[in-house]
């Protein structure tokens, strides 16, 4: 199976920028897609950016413009590169691979914690 390991949060102030990583060990890393999640205390799990195999993007609406989710399949890492940080950016962060032809994303990190200050 998929082990996904993150790393790369933090405390910034809002305005900064951080760049999270996943790093995957284990299965086949590059058949796989990346999501990154993340859930506040008293909030639903939102999904915030997803990259395929193919390296197709998507962005919640919430983040367009600002996060950018990238991956290097050679170093079995994918990236969540957070400029512009909001307040409500707070949360903690996971990541999740989807096999392929997979109906959902099965394997998950642990999370890492991102803290926006105002």
């Known amino acids: 199976q998929v082990q996904l390991v993150e790393s790369g949060g933090g405390l910034v102030q809002a305005g900064g920028s951080l760049r999270l990583s996943c790093a995957a060990s284990?299965?086949?890393?590059?058949?796989?897609?990346i999501g990154w999640y993340r859930q506040a205390p008293g909030k639903e799990r939102e999904l915030v950016a997803t990259?395929?195999?193919?390296?197709?993007?998507t962005y919640a609406d919430s983040v367009k413009g600002r996060f950018t989710i990238s991956r290097d399949n050679a170093k079995n890492t994918v990236y969540l590169q957070m400029n512009s940080l909001k307040a409500d950016d707070t949360a903690v962060y996971y990541c999740?691979?989807?096999?392929?032809?997979?109906?959902?994303?099965?394997?998950w990190g642990q999370g890492t914690q991102v803290t926006v200050s105002s």
């Open positions: 284990g299965g086949i890393f590059s058949n796989h897609a």
């Open positions: 990259i395929t195999r193919a390296g197709s993007t």
């Open positions: 999740a691979a989807r096999p392929p032809f997979g109906r959902s994303f099965t394997y």
